[in-house]
């Protein structure tokens, strides 16, 4: 293992002969140099024998960027291969190759090229999570620097490359409208990727994770709807995150519980301005979390930057009041030993559009932003809108110190199926919708860890069927697979008559969500990390429009659906979605919220 050959002295053996190469010449003198690499790590070597028979062998393994002190006029060279004497401690020597020795600690990355493993996207600003373009799978990225080392790995965080600014993700097939000169001096670029998404060789980077296991379930998986291959998604595993509570960037943090009992606030002032009311139900219950709106479809909840920026019609609709009330809350919230969720929708907010034309799913009969289900649509293939969101969440984080970001609407619109033909979605990168959704919650999660908070996706319950993608681009198997938390929604007054072979299903709490529940396992099952499920629970009466005979769903039948989730081992928590949050509701439905779902 090379951790446990990390700070492994030379034998004493090896450490005589290293000294005999020294002649014992007091007059040289040590200096300081960094181990580099063009990997992670490198190799210090013994060297045996007599000068016209040496012999080289590795000795100890270090991360690059270790600090050595080395003899620089103590040198032997083997095989064209320069060595330097290091010393390695009182009475300890080792040889290292001359070009594995930086005077610059921040010159310790050699690698000048590097391939795209997984999809990813070129950020050009860090500091604003700002994209620059997208690197397809396989491509080739010329190096130029890198903005940290981790001294654990020797892992580079994030490269800085440079490109060609063709206006197509690198690696794309070049435009074939170009000659060969005007390809050649197309403006170059430069951008930022991280390193965890690409490879040291070409060939690896073409592979997918695990074929033999995960290649068959994803090619079998029919795009009858249009929105795209699940064998054109990634599936290698996502390191998920683990943020401890307490103090943290000038905010109390709260640990995410083992389950979230969570009760939601849409961002009225009688709401959030109300939060002693929730705070003392939620003390007689055994609710531990709250989600609150950051920002609805026409809903902003506070004056952000981000919206300043990117959405002047959401900054002048946000409430005045609005940034007092989230940070009272926040704080409130966390004094009382809560876990903190912000919520967030993405892809259907017409403000953003209203600003923003050009950014919108576009109706080609009128040449205007398309407006359907009573909203214009930001387009999910435009970056702008990935940036605005994230960008929003990670004020909101930094802000008031949410301790995890929510987001709905992380999606197509859906009922498009008939009018595909007539839209123009300005899909820049030739994308599938799928791949659109799951690079979007990479991105997402990448910035938002970065300032110490998780992500969960909100996701319809039909994306957990097996054998088809959504035509919205949900695959449940790909966004479990990046996300922290996946919440579905599979309300029971969703579910056709008949579905799971269950008659009104609507009314049969417990049923549908056992059954919805085991489709779920399937899923998480075809995906190397699955996320957290926290599921999202009707808390609302059925629908007059589904069935006017429909069941209340009072505190009985919201702990039937709760205990339909458990049933089937979904023990992560649950979200009640009651729209008004009306406190009185959720008073009458308290019994629900007293019980201990996860250890009955």
């Known amino acids: ?176 409208t170009l000659t060969a000169k005007q390809a050649k001096n197309l403006p170059s670029a430069e951008g930022w990727i991280y390193s965890k998404y690409t490879v040291y060789e070409a060939a690896e980077a073409q592979l997918n994770y695990m074929p033999e296991k995960y290649d068959s379930i994803h090619n079998a998986v029919r795009n009858t709807f249009g929105g795209g291959r699940a064998s054109g998604l990634d599936f290698y595993p996502h390191e998920k995150p683990v943020f401890a509570g307490g103090p943290r960037d000038g905010h109390n943090h709260v640990a995410m519980p083992n389950a979230c009992y969570s009760l939601y606030l849409n961002f009225a002032p009688g709401v959030i301005g109300n939060i002693e009311s929730y705070i003392a139900l939620a003390k007689e219950t055994k609710i531990n979390t709250f989600v609150l709106d950051i920002k609805d479809n ?128 300005h899909n820049k990168y030739g994308e599938s919708k799928v791949q659109a959704i799951q690079r979007f919650v990479t991105y997402a999660c990448d910035e938002i860890h970065a300032v110490g908070a998780y992500v969960s996706i909100d996701v319809f319950g039909e994306c957990a069927n097996p054998g088809y993608t959504t035509a919205y681009g949900q695959y449940w198997p790909a966004l479990s697979n990046v996300a922290d938390v996946m919440c579905g929604m599979p309300y029971p007054d969703h579910f056709s008559d008949g579905f799971y072979g269950i008659s009104k299903p609507w009314n049969h709490p417990f049923e549908i969500l056992s059954a919805w529940g085991r489709r779920v396992n399937a899923r998480q099952s075809e995906t190397p990390t699955p996320a957290k499920v926290r599921t999202w629970v009707q808390a609302y009466h059925v629908m007059k429009y589904v069935d006017k005979d429909g069941i209340d769903y009072n505190a009985e039948n919201i702990a039937k659906e709760i205990r339909g989730l458990c049933s089937v081992g979904l023990k992560d928590g649950y979200i009640p979605w009651l729209s008004s949050s009306n406190i009185e509701r959720y008073r009458n439905q308290k019994e629900a919220y007293s019980i201990d779902y996860a250890n009955e």
């Not at 209203?354 to 205007?368: F, M, Q, R, Y």
């Open 298 to 425: 026409e809903c902003p909840g506070y004056k952000a930057d981000a919206m300043k920026l990117y959405s002047p019609t959401n900054y002048a609709r946000a409430s005045k009041k609005g940034v007092d009330m989230y940070a009272r809350a926040v704080r409130r919230l966390h004094e009382e030993g809560f876990y903190v969720v912000g919520r967030i929708t993405v892809f259907k907010d017409s403000y953003f559009v209203k600003d923003n034309p050009d950014c919108a799913i576009t109706d080609l009969s009128t040449g205007e932003p398309l407006y359907h289900n009573k909203s214009h649509w930001p387009s999910a293939f435009d970056r702008s809108v990935w940036e605005f969101n994230v960008e929003l969440a990670k004020e909101s984080v930094r802000r008031f110190g949410f301790d995890e970001v929510n987001f709905d609407y992380v999606r197509f619109p859906d009922r498009m199926t008939k009018i595909e033909d007539h839209i123009d979605y």
């Open 1 to 176: 293992m090379i951790m446990s050959t990390i700070i492994r002295f030379l034998t004493l053996a090896g450490a005589a002969l290293a000294l005999a190469g020294c002649k014992g010449d007091n007059k040289d003198v040590t200096e300081y140099r960094w181990l580099a690499s063009d990997r992670p790590t490198a190799c210090l070597y013994s060297i045996e024998g007599e000068d016209d028979a040496l012999t080289v062998t590795p000795s100890d393994t270090l991360f690059r960027g270790f600090r050595l002190q080395v003899i620089p006029t103590q040198t032997k060279k083997i095989d064209k291969q320069t060595y330097v004497l290091v010393k390695r401690a009182r009475k300890t020597f080792a040889y290292a190759l001359k070009e594995n020795l930086a005077e610059d600690s921040t010159q310790v990355v050699l690698e000048k090229r590097v391939y795209t493993r997984s999809a990813s996207s070129v950020l050009s600003d860090t500091a604003i999570s700002k994209i620059g373009t997208l690197a397809s799978k396989g491509a080739a990225l010329e190096i130029v620097g890198y903005d940290r080392l981790d001294p654990l790995t020797g892992k580079v965080n994030r490269y800085k490359i440079r490109y060609k600014n063709t206006g197509k993700a690198i690696g794309a097939k070049p435009d074939s």
